[in-house]
């Protein structure tokens, strides 16, 4: 019976049951929330909402019992025709349905299939083998990758992962021998023998782990072959019975003379005399420990004597003679027959050899049969086949319906949130439901403290609590189990790719970084110097757009002083290029000067050129010389000099402001424009003073430094005072907030950058306690996530921008700026929380092979596409490097090495990202990447380089420039002209300590994750799954 209007009435009926129960209680289809889960219509898990008062077990056999129960009965009084059997089928009967297709599948398999997959085994052995030999041997293993060999990291003897396994003894070349036997190749075999003997030695100065030593090397097998191994596990005592194992293996026959045979014979009884004598030292060793186990002692002894019986009273002679008679060729030729293998090994039994009463030698216990030995391996090689079921009932009707309904929703949810499916609009997104992601939209006024462990508990906490309440009887551990249980997969993947970085490779990776700031420091010295920039597709220089002022793009960065050159100084010095560094001062003092009619902007100019010219001048006069003999005859300060022409003409930025809070531009000219607006960034305002407060020192006038100190105070007198924030844009004549967005991005990030590197470098504790604060209040109201990086539950931290006096969410985007912020928290000692920032910057870069220059993280996309090569990330990582030394972030950093020499370079340089996705290109190379990004990345490769050896301690400023931590920056010719303020910690006495010692008092990670992944592989790979890396 086939009524379509029954059937369709059916249908109706259940969707309609399915739209109920989805509203009322979420158990409709299971709908993936951020998972890939079946899409499987689940009424039964009604069962555990209903629970029988009447002493229902909870470990019934079927969740639905009770309730289709009932409905079984009337079916059975109704159609009672139907039978009693028909009652007694489970919903397990809906899976017996196409069973014929696993049956149809897996039940013959052809000789010519088999023939074919046998050689497809062999070739791939071989492949590899042949390749070991080639690149590898005699080193341990091969890495297939970059075809070259690997042995034990001597650098790092606590990394365990290679370091247990590889013993510097051609590792791969012995654990393959009876492999070449199995394969039938007995003639690569005996090569193979004859290698290991003549290149193998085991008195190494290698720790590895005795199981390891066991297994691969001890019986010469991969694990798994037929040999058992509970004898001692030493590497001496692993010298003897290869010893004694290789005689046993050559025997003459077609591709061996007999005279090779002896002589291989006697070499071997010699290894094994010597060997011996280690065995003894070793058994004295054994008895000294506690608690001496006795099977060791035996086995130690049972192997001594028949050591002793092959080799004691035999001179070399009687060897040979012995070894050319005929019946002793016969048991050999027996031994060997057909490549059988190594005779078992167990406790010393294996006997290997014993000496008769005539003196002749001959195999005893152990031998294995060949055929024997082949049916084993048949046996073992059957699979068990396991019979597997598939549901029958596949109702389209229903499905449709499902995922219209499924549709549906998501269309209203999108409408009404933006939150549905993250459906790629031009990009390849993850098409996954994220509406856990409202939880950063909203917050809960009654007390929820802004460091909850995951961003969308707020949003999931009631259902959780039914969930657990209403179906207790799923197991108390079940119910511990979180979301995160769902990336704990696949985790090796990050320890195999990032747990180690060979010196090769990282002086490979320097040599790169050099090779990458010259080819763009010597395209702009050939095609664009003295102009300010380069452009790089069309290999010519760029200077102010003179032709539309409006353009502040350009014109707030290029004055037409040569900018690049000037940005790039102190960075020759880094690479050791002093003679190209004194040309190119000499090139500055003979070109540049600033009475230009150029209005620039005042926060760029001061930390382009003029923390520039000071960290050079510092470099070329200082004393300690770190980068040997850099100063030159005839230089008189004039980079000093310049440094003070510059900042006296951006000095009327700071006149005519009722707040003391400067004007953004400036003309070097004529002072501020007469069009000038009053509004500036924060940024913009308060990072002026280090490099002010260090020209104030470096030549006794306090103006600078006190207009910049100004500045800070106006700025952090206007602060929130509920929240401590401040906001980013602010009018200099009236003090109010124009922009009240908080975040640690554009228009705040160096703002908390300078006010502690104004504290490291000057010492001034005013500086100290407007940063911890400053502090205090990011990690109160922007935080977001579990409350560690490392341990827990919850979304991974994320610094959100907020409303300067709520603390709400403004918006779900952060920028490129931003990245920054984990090499200011490893200044800080908070290292755990800037290695949790730093990997979510990474993922980001993984995906796009660049920063965009916002990412929206609800959307998981880019709200601003292009990226023109900011340094920020790599400095970060730099520090990171500094701070843990992990391997992890030289990974890292090659690949932002490599992204930028594959997507970036074009034909006379670097270029701009227009577009982080399609990877097009902007005409144009920004100072600050030679100035910075190669700079931080040459740093990152070079454990030698002057400012990691050197006594002298150095800091850089926010556009990557060097400068010492000097004593000298600790002492002020001048009294202290601050009145004392209101907010404000005023330092009423000069500052005699000395700057901050070489020795860390950073919160550093745990020692014993130095080596280890610095963000545990669940995390790191939560991670990249709300970037939409998988």
């Known amino acids: 019976m086939q009524w379509r209007s029954i059937v369709v009435g059916l249908v109706v009926l259940r969707l309609s049951l399915s739209c109920v129960l989805w509203l009322a209680f979420g158990l409709g289809p299971n709908v993936s929330w951020g998972f890939n889960f079946p899409l499987t219509f689940s009424l039964h898990k009604l069962d555990l909402l209903f629970r029988d008062e009447k002493g229902t077990h909870s470990r019934d056999n079927s969740w639905s019992q009770r309730i289709h129960g009932q409905r079984y009965e009337e079916t059975a009084s109704t159609c009672g025709k139907v039978g009693e059997e028909s009652l007694k089928r489970s919903y397990l009967s809906f899976f017996e349905g196409n069973r014929d297709e696993y049956v149809r599948r897996y039940s013959s398999f052809p000789d010519t299939l088999k023939a074919k997959m046998k050689d497809m085994a062999k070739e791939m052995f071989y492949f590899g083998y042949d390749n070991y030999m080639k690149y590898a041997f005699p080193e341990d293993e091969l890495n297939p990758i970059d075809c070259e060999g690997r042995g034990p990291d001597v650098l790092n003897p606590s990394n365990i992962n290679i370091n247990d396994v590889l013993g510097n003894y051609s590792l791969t070349l012995i654990d393959t021998l009876d492999t070449l036997l199995v394969l039938g190749n007995v003639t690569e075999f005996q090569r193979a023998v004859k290698l290991v003997i003549d290149n193998v030695s085991f008195d190494k100065d290698s720790t590895v782990q005795v199981f390891e030593a066991n297994i691969r090397v001890l019986i010469m097998s991969t694990p798994g072959s037929p040999a058992k191994s509970d004898t001692i596990d030493d590497p001496e005592v692993i010298a003897l019975r290869t010893g004694i194992q290789l005689l046993s293996y050559f025997c003459p026959d077609a591709a061996m003379t007999a005279q090779e045979c002896d002589d291989t014979a006697v070499r071997l009884v010699r290894q094994t005399r010597a060997a011996l004598n280690e065995a003894a030292w070793l058994r004295t060793v054994i008895a000294q420990q506690k608690g001496t186990i006795k099977e060791l002692q035996e086995d130690l002894e049972q192997l001594e004597q028949q050591v002793q019986l092959v080799t004691a009273d035999v001179s070399d002679e009687d060897l040979r003679a012995v070894l050319i008679k005929g019946e002793q060729q016969q048991m050999c030729s027996q031994g060997s027959d057909g490549g059988e293998d190594v005779a078992e090994t167990t406790g010393g039994e294996r006997g290997c050899m014993s000496a008769a009463g005539t003196g002749e030698l001959q195999f005893i216990e152990g031998t294995m049969n060949a055929n024997m030995y082949c049916d084993i391996l048949k046996q073992s090689m059957i699979p068990s086949l396991r019979k597997l079921g598939r549901r029958a009932m596949q109702w389209r009707s229903i499905v449709v319906g499902l995922v219209v309904l499924r549709l549906s929703l998501s269309c209203v949810l999108w409408l009404a949130f933006g939150l549905g499916p993250n459906v790629s609009w031009g990009f390849n997104f993850p098409l996954t439901f994220s509406l856990h992601k409202l939880d950063l939209l909203f917050r809960d006024e009654k007390g929820t403290h802004s460091r909850d462990n995951s961003w969308s508990q707020r949003i999931h906490g009631q259902r959780y609590e039914e969930t657990a309440s209403t179906c207790g009887k799923v197991g108390e551990e079940s119910l511990k189990r979180s979301y995160l249980s769902f990336f704990e997969g696949n985790r090796d993947e990050y320890v195999r790719r990032y747990s180690s970085f060979p010196d090769t490779l990282k002086a490979k990776m320097k040599d790169m970084a050099k090779e990458m700031f010259y080819f763009g420091y010597d395209n702009y010295m050939k095609y664009a110097f003295p102009e300010d920039e380069l452009n790089p ?494």
Request: with cysteine; aromatic share 10%.
């Open 537 to 1030: 597709i069309d290999c010519e220089g760029r200077g102010p757009d003179v032709l539309n002022p409006s353009n502040i793009n350009i014109n707030d960065v290029l004055g037409n002083y040569s900018l690049t050159l000037i940005d790039t100084l102190d960075t020759l010095l880094v690479l050791g290029n002093v003679t190209e560094f004194q040309r190119a001062v000499k090139l500055v003092i003979d070109n540049v000067s600033f009475d230009k009619d150029s209005t620039v902007q005042v926060f760029e100019a001061n930390i382009r050129i003029l923390g520039s010219l000071i960290s050079s001048h510092i470099l070329l006069t200082d004393p300690k010389h770190p980068f040997g003999e850099v100063g030159y005859e005839g230089y008189d300060n004039e980079l000093l000099h310049l440094a003070h022409d510059l900042a006296v003409r951006l000095l009327p930025a700071f006149e005519n402001t009722s707040t003391g809070i400067p004007y953004p531009r400036v003309n070097l000219k004529t002072g501020v424009p007469p069009d000038s607006i009053n509004e500036t960034c924060t940024a913009g305002a308060g990072s002026l003073l280090v490099e002010f407060g260090i020209l104030s020192r470096l030549i006794g006038d306090s103006t600078f430094e006190w207009v910049a100190r100004r500045a800070v105070r106006a700025l952090w007198s206007l602060r929130s005072n509920e929240t401590g924030l401040l906001g980013n844009v602010i009018n200099i004549q009236t003090g109010q907030w124009v922009g009240k967005q908080s975040g640690l991005g554009a228009g705040m990030d160096s703002f908390y950058e300078y006010l502690l590197k104004s504290y490291i470098l000057f010492g001034e504790k005013e500086d100290h306690g407007m940063f911890q604060a400053a502090y205090e209040s990011i990690q109160n109201h922007m935080r977001r996530g579990r409350e560690s990086c490392n341990e827990g539950e919850g979304d991974p931290p994320l610094y959100v921008n907020v409303n300067m006096a709520s603390g709400e969410i403004m918006n779900t985007w952060i920028d490129s700026l931003q990245a920054f912020f984990p090499g200011l928290q490893v200044l800080n000692g908070d290292v755990d929380n800037a290695i949790c920032l730093h990997a979510f910057y990474y993922a980001i870069w993984k995906r796009f092979g660049a920063l965009p220059e916002r990412y929206n993280w609800q959307l998981q996309a880019p709200d601003v596409l292009f990226y023109p090569l900011r340094p920020e990330l790599v400095e970060s990582t730099y520090l990171l490097y500094q701070a843990t030394k992990n391997p992890f972030y030289l990974h890292v950093g090659m690949d932002i090495l490599q992204s930028l020499e594959k997507n970036a370079k074009v034909r006379c340089g670097y270029a701009t990202l227009h577009h982080v996705v399609d990877k097009s290109k902007e005409d144009r190379m920004e100072s600050f990447f030679l100035s910075e990004t190669c700079k931080y990345l040459y740093l990152l490769f070079d454990e030698d380089n002057p400012l990691h050896k050197s006594d002298n301690k150095y800091i850089f400023t926010t556009e990557g420039h060097v400068v010492p931590i000097d004593k000298r920056f600790r002492e002020k010719q001048w009294r202290d002209m601050f009145p004392c303020e209101d907010g404000v910690l005023k330092e009423s006495e000069p500052n005699h300590r000395p700057p901050p010692s070489n020795i860390s008092n950073c919160n550093r990670i745990p020692e014993e994750r130095r080596y280890a992944l610095p963000l545990k592989s669940v995390y790191m790979r939560q991670i990249d799954h709300m970037v939409g890396l998988f």
